[in-house]
Nanobody, 124 residues
Framework: AVRLVESGGGSVQAGGSLRLSCAAS????????MGWFRQAPGKEREGVAG????????YYADSVKGRFGVSQDNAKSTLNLTMNSLRPEDTAMYYC?????????????????WGQGTPVTVSS
């Protein structure tokens, strides 16, 4: 099994930045994807950004392109999400997730393992 623990959430004013991290431990698949999802109160969970472990290909939702950046450390044990130019509509619980194989995307059904989430609040 894979254990995912997010950190780095908090409160920030619009236009500010935050960096979320996700520490992964447990089993390491030979090919997998990791992603960030978010869910605001009363809304469905949506994919924000993802990365493929094999070649580093990244994926972003249109709503965050140019503002958010997803990366893994060299050991691939930590997934990061750098969030710039934050907007009030970015307010949500942010979740880290990992697949059990190398098919990637921003749809939640690809992902088998999930963290508990870290909250992000952006005030205007």
């Amino acid at each position: 099994a894979v254990r995912l623990v997010e950190s780095g959430g908090g409160s920030v004013q619009a236009g500010g930045s935050l960096r979320l991290s996700c520490a992964a431990s447990g089993y390491t698949y030979s090919s997998y994807c990791m992603g960030w999802f978010r869910q605001a109160p009363g809304k469905e969970r949506e994919g924000v950004a993802g990365i493929y472990s094999g070649g580093g290909s990244t994926y972003y939702a249109d709503s965050v392109k140019g503002r958010f950046g997803v990366s893994q450390d060299n050991a691939k044990s930590t997934l990061n999400l750098t969030m710039n130019s934050l907007r009030p509509e970015d307010t949500a619980m942010y979740y880290c997730a990992e697949t059990a194989e190398g098919t990637c995307g921003l749809q939640s059904f690809y992902y088998k393992y999930w963290g508990q989430g870290t909250p992000v609040t952006v005030s205007s």
